[in-house]
């Protein structure tokens, strides 16, 4: 078939016919028509604008300090030689200026923000490819429709362009694909809370399947791929990457999603980009044998949104960036964020310098790939229950019951029969809201401190089905007053939620060395079920001491099947450095010694620790342990070396029964 010539003046090859709705869809690759030779050359002076009327092609365009190219109420991109391209101060050979509209309104919603500029090489709606948002020119290489972009090249190098854009109820597929955006943007014109200058974003009910496939970004802010608002995501045997970048001067450290492009300091991570990011309701992320990294901040992340489901299947998620002083081999961040959703792992790796994951107000299981048959994936249904809660920002929004969607999305996935493992240089778990998390079949956890860091919120966490977790300091549970909320918030900023900027406490240990008032006014609750797994480590409630934090209670059931070698007691702690002396005072830049804590057995009448000893489970104490209540059952066993049980200040024997009041065991 011979090549035809587009309105755009490019010669369509790779000529593909589709029908439609009854409509003809062309795919092709785009080549110039026109010789280089045969083009203008512009310059534009220093500080002038030149205002163009349509699409222009330059053989060189010359731009000196402070000009500018526009076109009223349009948009304006810049390839040099195919390559989107940000216009500033320089000289550019084998120039297009594309002109395409501008959003009326930002497909991720109603923000502070307002309307982000975006610009993308392909924005595919209900209607098709849309050719007055697309920047089509910026496909190098391979073929597109309205339902299919095939072996596509994309570079980018400003710092918000995007690349395919599927808003709305569209089924979409991206196959072979090589986007590569690679700026040096510095977080001032980007958001990764509206998937503004990401590689791939889907809004709004779109179904969008990647596979083997390749999209690396930089650049502040700015990821790899974006889902929003009931849309359904799946990668599949692709890398995805994000390097970050260096923040601009002056950036305020905040939780102001509007401003954010990087994480509160308060979590106690650095960094300047998120690799992947879910946001909306009842939106699904599905990651399947593929491999995603992130220099800092987080790897797969979910933020303002309920109803979500994130399914990680044979995939290995890696923080490759920056190190701390406690961070030796992966960088600071999170391996993944639990937020408003439900999230199950099956055969992931995840390798992260700080967290494995941060758990706030979310639901997580861990477990193998091993399938008794292929897996189907069932988006979250929210059904209204009458029922009103106030969030974290004071409003007050309806409740619902979340479910299982009636029909699957995607289905078909096969496992590799793979054991989740989560490998962190710090902590397996940091939880400073609700959650729940499951831990099942194999899954290994090897961490440099606690595997569960539990700041704040009622935490319920299963460990069944042959775990295996091996936290270096020999610290299973670990609670604490939130340090996050210690640090606080500064009064007189201009920008919202801006954190201050130091952290303060007494020398010495809470209660030994100084007095404190402790309370159970807003306590919440941490229980820890086991079944069938060996457990080596200790147990710590180090809370109810700084800001006028409540005593939360610890409950743990050893369940069948359980053995434990280690302690359980009611703590008080104290900050601590990389050398494990006590920091009194530190700064943001110093963020990496939050969560950091050394302990001293000590019951404050508040911090609460409650175990219960099922038939078919034994605990071997180490070491002295302080509790509240012990019940040991019939055909479970307690003991330790010259093991001492006083209850009440009064010694009694170690048998099945019920105690409660001060109960101290003695071993060792």
Same mark, same amino acid.
């Given at each position: 078939?011979?090549?035809?010539?587009?309105?755009?003046?490019?010669?369509?090859?790779?000529?593909?016919?589709?029908?439609?709705?009854?409509?003809?869809?062309?795919?092709?690759?785009?080549?110039?028509?026109?010789?280089?030779?045969?083009?203008?050359?512009?310059?534009?002076?220093?500080?002038?604008?030149?205002?163009?009327?349509?699409?222009?092609?330059?053989?060189?365009?010359?731009?000196?300090?402070?000009?500018?190219?526009?076109?009223?109420?349009?948009?304006?991109?810049?390839?040099?030689?195919?390559?989107?391209?940000?216009?500033?101060?320089?000289?550019?050979?084998?120039?297009?200026?594309?002109?395409?509209?501008?959003?009326?309104?930002?497909?991720?919603?109603?923000?502070?923000?307002?309307?982000?500029?975006?610009?993308?090489?392909?924005?595919?709606?209900?209607?098709?490819?849309?050719?007055?948002?697309?920047?089509?020119?910026?496909?190098?290489?391979?073929?597109?429709?309205?339902?299919?972009?095939?072996?596509?090249?994309?570079?980018?190098?400003?710092?918000?362009?995007?690349?395919?854009?599927?808003?709305?109820?569209?089924?979409?597929?991206?196959?072979?694909?090589?986007?590569?955006?690679?700026?040096?943007?510095?977080?001032?014109?980007?958001?990764?809370?509206?998937?503004?200058?990401?590689?791939?974003?889907?809004?709004?009910?779109?179904?969008?399947?990647?596979?083997?496939?390749?999209?690396?970004?930089?650049?502040?802010?700015?990821?790899?791929?974006?889902?929003?608002?009931?849309?359904?995501?799946?990668?599949?045997?692709?890398?995805?990457?994000?390097?970050?970048?260096?923040?601009?001067?002056?950036?305020?450290?905040?939780?102001?999603?509007?401003?954010?492009?990087?994480?509160?300091?308060?979590?106690?991570?650095?960094?300047?980009?998120?690799?992947?990011?879910?946001?909306?309701?009842?939106?699904?992320?599905?990651?399947?044998?593929?491999?995603?990294?992130?220099?800092?901040?987080?790897?797969?992340?979910?933020?303002?949104?309920?109803?979500?489901?994130?399914?990680?299947?044979?995939?290995?998620?890696?923080?490759?960036?920056?190190?701390?002083?406690?961070?030796?081999?992966?960088?600071?961040?999170?391996?993944?964020?639990?937020?408003?959703?439900?999230?199950?792992?099956?055969?992931?790796?995840?390798?992260?310098?700080?967290?494995?994951?941060?758990?706030?107000?979310?639901?997580?299981?861990?477990?193998?790939?091993?399938?008794?048959?292929?897996?189907?994936?069932?988006?979250?249904?929210?059904?209204?229950?009458?029922?009103?809660?106030?969030?974290?920002?004071?409003?007050?929004?309806?409740?619902?019951?979340?479910?299982?969607?009636?029909?699957?999305?995607?289905?078909?996935?096969?496992?590799?029969?793979?054991?989740?493992?989560?490998?962190?240089?710090? =902590? &397996?778990?940091?939880?400073?809201?609700?959650?729940? +998390? %499951? !831990?099942?079949?194999? @899954?290994?956890?090897?961490?440099?401190? #606690?595997?569960?860091?539990?700041?704040?919120?009622?935490?319920?966490?299963?460990?069944?089905?042959?775990?295996?977790?091996?936290?270096?300091?020999?610290?299973?549970?670990?609670?604490?007053?939130?340090?996050?909320?210690?640090?606080?918030?500064?009064?007189?900023?201009?920008?919202?939620?801006?954190?201050?900027?130091?952290?303060?406490?007494?020398?010495?240990?809470?209660?030994?060395?100084?007095?404190?008032?402790?309370?159970?006014?807003?306590?919440?609750?941490?229980?820890?079920?086991?079944?069938?797994?060996?457990?080596?480590?200790?147990?710590?409630?180090?809370?109810?001491? =700084? &800001?006028?934090?409540?005593?939360?209670?610890?409950? +743990? %059931? !050893?369940?069948?099947? @359980?053995?434990?070698?280690?302690?359980? #007691?009611?703590?008080?702690?104290?900050?601590?450095?990389?050398?494990?002396?006590?920091?009194?005072?530190?700064?943001?830049?110093?963020?990496?010694?939050?969560?950091?804590?050394?302990?001293?057995?000590?019951?404050?009448?508040?911090?609460?620790?409650?175990?219960?000893?099922?038939?078919?489970?034994?605990?071997?104490?180490?070491?002295?342990?302080?509790?509240?209540?012990?019940?040991?059952?019939?055909?479970?066993?307690?003991?330790?070396?010259?093991?001492?049980?006083?209850?009440?200040?009064?010694?009694?024997?170690?048998?099945?029964?019920?105690?409660?009041?001060?109960?101290?065991?003695?071993?060792?």
């Amino acid at each position: 078939m011979a090549a035809l010539t587009c309105k755009h003046g490019l010669k369509l090859s790779a000529l593909s016919v589709s029908l439609l709705a009854g409509a003809v869809s062309l795919s092709y690759s785009p080549v110039i028509l026109a010789t280089v030779q045969s083009l203008p050359v512009k310059e534009v002076a220093v500080d002038k604008t030149w205002v163009i009327s349509q699409d222009v092609e330059l053989a060189t365009l010359v731009l000196h300090p402070g000009a500018k190219v526009i076109r009223p109420g349009k948009s304006v991109t810049m390839l040099v030689d195919g390559i989107e391209t940000t216009m500033k101060t320089g000289t550019y050979h084998k120039v297009q200026l594309r002109v395409s509209d501008k959003f009326s309104q930002s497909p991720a919603g109603k923000t502070a923000r307002g309307v982000d500029n975006f610009r993308a090489a392909l924005y595919v709606n209900a209607d098709g490819v849309n050719e007055a948002h697309s920047i089509e020119q910026a496909v190098i290489s391979g073929t597109f429709d309205a339902t299919l972009a095939k072996d596509i090249q994309i570079t980018s190098a400003s710092p918000n362009f995007n690349g395919i854009m599927v808003d709305g109820p569209v089924i979409y597929r991206i196959e072979n694909a090589t986007l590569n955006f690679r700026s040096q943007g510095d977080g001032s014109d980007v958001s990764d809370f509206a998937g503004y200058g990401a590689p791939v974003a889907a809004y709004n009910g779109a179904r969008l399947v990647v596979d083997n496939s390749t999209i690396h970004s930089s650049g502040v802010g700015r990821l790899a791929v974006f889902s929003y608002e009931d849309a359904d995501v799946m990668v599949s045997n692709s890398t995805l990457s994000a390097d970050g970048g260096q923040l601009y001067e002056g950036y305020a450290n905040s939780a102001d999603f509007s401003l954010m492009v990087a994480p509160p300091w308060v979590l106690g991570i650095k960094g300047t980009a998120r690799t992947t990011n879910m946001m909306g309701n009842k939106t699904s992320f599905t990651l399947v044998n593929s491999s995603v990294t992130a220099a800092n901040w987080g790897v797969v992340s979910t933020d303002l949104g309920e109803a979500m489901l994130l399914t990680i299947v044979d995939s290995t998620l890696t923080l490759n960036g920056h190190k701390d002083p406690f961070s030796a081999k992966y960088g600071s961040g999170y391996g993944t964020y639990i937020l408003g959703s439900e999230q199950f792992y099956y055969g992931a790796t995840i390798n992260a310098g700080t967290y494995g994951g941060i758990i706030r107000n979310g639901k997580a299981y861990y477990g193998s790939s091993r399938f008794s048959e292929p897996l189907a994936i069932y988006p979250r249904d929210q059904l209204p229950t009458g029922k009103t809660q106030v969030d974290f920002f004071g409003i007050e929004r309806p409740v619902y019951d979340v479910k299982p969607a009636k029909d699957a999305v995607f289905t078909g996935i096969t496992g590799k029969g793979q054991h989740s493992r989560i490998i962190s240089d710090n =902590f &397996g778990w940091m939880a400073h809201g609700d959650g729940d +998390i %499951t !831990l099942d079949d194999g @899954t290994e956890v090897n961490s440099g401190k #606690s595997t569960f860091l539990l700041k704040e919120g009622n935490i319920n966490i299963q460990l069944q089905g042959g775990v295996k977790l091996n936290p270096a300091d020999g610290i299973l549970v670990q609670l604490m007053d939130n340090d996050d909320m210690l640090v606080g918030l500064q009064q007189d900023s201009q920008v919202e939620l801006h954190f201050n900027t130091t952290f303060s406490e007494p020398a010495g240990f809470a209660g030994l060395d100084y007095p404190v008032t402790a309370n159970n006014n807003n306590s919440t609750t941490v229980t820890v079920n086991t079944e069938q797994v060996e457990l080596v480590g200790d147990m710590f409630n180090g809370t109810g001491y =700084f &800001g006028g934090q409540s005593g939360d209670n610890l409950h +743990i %059931t !050893l369940g069948k099947d @359980t053995s434990l070698t280690g302690r359980i #007691s009611a703590t008080t702690v104290q900050h601590i450095n990389e050398k494990g002396e006590q920091v009194t005072h530190f700064t943001e830049s110093q963020y990496y010694y939050l969560g950091h804590v050394a302990n001293r057995i000590f019951n404050n009448g508040h911090n609460q620790v409650q175990v219960t000893m099922e038939s078919g489970s034994s605990w071997h104490v180490t070491g002295k342990s302080v509790l509240h209540s012990l019940t040991i059952k019939a055909g479970a066993k307690l003991s330790g070396d010259n093991l001492r049980l006083i209850v009440n200040g009064q010694a009694v024997a170690v048998k099945p029964g019920e105690f409660k009041g001060e109960i101290v065991l003695q071993a060792g």
